[in-house]
């Protein structure tokens, strides 16, 4: 079974902004909804934002609403997440992971996702 992919983390400043992305090589992903979720040192795993195979979105974790932005490129198959204003609170492993069903409204329950990608850190540091 084939992970997706997510890559774009790294260290930024508070108040920076990083673009992270989603694809799934090989996969057309443009049929489905793609979730994001995040899981900060000591802490379980959140649900922070998804967006359905036709690009709407919903963020459900209260604190980056207003400040991360889920767009996808279904031309590329990928997803992104846009988060500006970046608080050491984000600080986090950020996971991609897609809905099984095409054309499936979001979720936040993390056992409807499948196809977890490995992570990518994201390190909000002065």
């Known amino acids: 079974q084939t992970q997706l992919v997510e890559s774009g983390g790294g260290l930024v400043q508070p108040g920076g902004s990083l673009r992270l992305s989603c694809a799934k090589p090989g996969f057309t992903l443009r049929y489905f909804a793609v979730g994001w979720f995040r899981q900060a040192p000591g802490k379980e795993r959140e649900g922070v934002s998804c967006i359905t195979n036709g690009g709407t979105s919903t963020h459900y974790a209260d604190s980056v609403k207003g400040r991360f932005f889920l767009s996808r490129d279904n031309a590329e198959d990928t997803v992104y997440l846009q988060m500006n204003s970046l608080e050491p609170e984000d600080t986090a492993v950020y996971f991609c992971?897609?809905?099984?069903?095409?054309?499936?409204?979001?979720?936040?329950?993390?056992?409807?996702?499948?196809?977890w990608g490995q992570g990518t850190q994201v390190t909000v540091s002065s």
């Open positions: 992971a897609r809905l099984p069903r095409p054309y499936a409204r979001c979720t936040e329950t993390e056992s409807d996702y499948t196809d």
